[in-house]
C-alpha cells in the first residue's frame, strides 16, 4: 500500500488556502462586485426581465452563467498564479525538496483551488440572489458542478504555471484561451439559437457542459444533455489530473 505524507498534503493545502484568504478582499470580495456589474450592465443593454430566453427571465438564465465564470476563473487564478510566483521568485525548489509525490502535489495545489472557487461562487450566489432570486432546482447537482468545475480549472491553472516562464505567456494563456472558452460557452446566450454548425462547436467545447449544467441545476433548464455533460467533465478532469502528475512527476519546466 502507498504510503501517503497527510502532514505535507495538508500543510500545502493550508498553504494554498491561507495565500488567497489573507488578500481575501480581493479574491472573494472583488469577484462579487465584477459578477454583479456583468449582471447590471447585461440586463440593462439586453432587455433585463423583459427579454425571455425560452421560458425563463433573460437575468435569470445568465446568472447561473455568472456565477460560474466567477467560480472557474478564481480556480484558475490560484493555481496559476501559486505556481508562476513561485517560480519568479525563485522557490520552486520548495515544492519540490519535500517529501511529496506528484499525485500529493498535484492534489493539495488543486484542492486549493477548488476551495478558492467554491467561497467565490458561494460569496457571488448570495450577493446575486438579492438583485435575482433564485431557487435551486437541484442541490446535488450544483455541487457537483461547482467541485467539477473548479476541478478542472484549477488544473488547467496547474499546467499553465507549469508550462508559462513569464506573466505575459501566463495572461496569453488566459486571454486566448480560457477567456473564449468561457465566453463562447453560452454562458448569456442559448445554443439552440445558434446555426447549425456553431451549434456543433458549442457541443465540443468542455466550458458549455459545466455552464449548461449548473444553469440546469439552478433553473431546470438546460440546451444540451445533462448526463453527456457529466461524463465529459469527469472525462477532461481525469485526463488532465493524469497529465499534471506526469509533468510534476518528470519536473517538466520546473527543474531547470
Known amino acids: 500500500m502507498t504510503h501517503i505524507n497527510w502532514i505535507g498534503l495538508s500543510t500545502l493545502y493550508k498553504r494554498e488556502v491561507w495565500r488567497f484568504m489573507k488578500v481575501w478582499n480581493q479574491t472573494l470580495i472583488a469577484p462579487v462586485v465584477t459578477t454583479l456589474l456583468f449582471l447590471a450592465i447585461l440586463s440593462l443593454a439586453l432587455g433585463g426581465a423583459a427579454r425571455m430566453v425560452g421560458d425563463m427571465h433573460f437575468d435569470q438564465f445568465i446568472a447561473p452563467g455568472l456565477i460560474m465564470m466567477a467560480v472557474v476563473q478564481n480556480a484558475f487564478a490560484n493555481t496559476s498564479s501559486s505556481l508562476m510566483l513561485q517560480k519568479i521568485q525563485g522557490v520552486i525548489v520548495d515544492l519540490l525538496m519535500p517529501p511529496l509525490s506528484a499525485a500529493e502535489i498535484t492534489f493539495s495545489l488543486t484542492m486549493g483551488g477548488v476551495t478558492r472557487g467554491a467561497l ?36 488547467l491553472g496547474i499546467l499553465t504555471g507549469i508550462w508559462s516562464q ?15 472558452l468561457s465566453f463562447l460557452s453560452g454562458t448569456f ?20 457542459y459545466m455552464i449548461d449544467g449548473f444553469r440546469y441545476a439552478m433553473t431546470g433548464h438546460h440546451d444540451g444533455n445533462i448526463l453527456t455533460g457529466m461524463l465529459v467533465l469527469i472525462a477532461v478532469n481525469i485526463t488532465l489530473w493524469s497529465v499534471v502528475q506526469f509533468l510534476l512527476t518528470r519536473g517538466y519546466r520546473l527543474k531547470t
Open 120 to 155: 467565490v461562487g458561494l460569496t457571488v450566489s448570495i450577493a446575486m440572489y438579492i438583485f435575482v432570486p433564485f431557487t435551486l432546482h437541484s442541490l446535488p447537482l450544483v455541487f457537483f458542478y461547482v467541485v467539477a468545475a473548479s476541478i478542472m480549472l484549477a488544473l
Open 166 to 180: 513569464s506573466f505575459d505567456q501566463l495572461a496569453a494563456i488566459t486571454n486566448y484561451i480560457i477567456t473564449p
Open 189 to 208: 446566450y442559448s445554443i439552440e439559437q445558434l446555426p447549425g454548425f456553431w451549434h456543433t462547436v458549442s457541443l465540443a467545447n468542455p466550458f458549455f
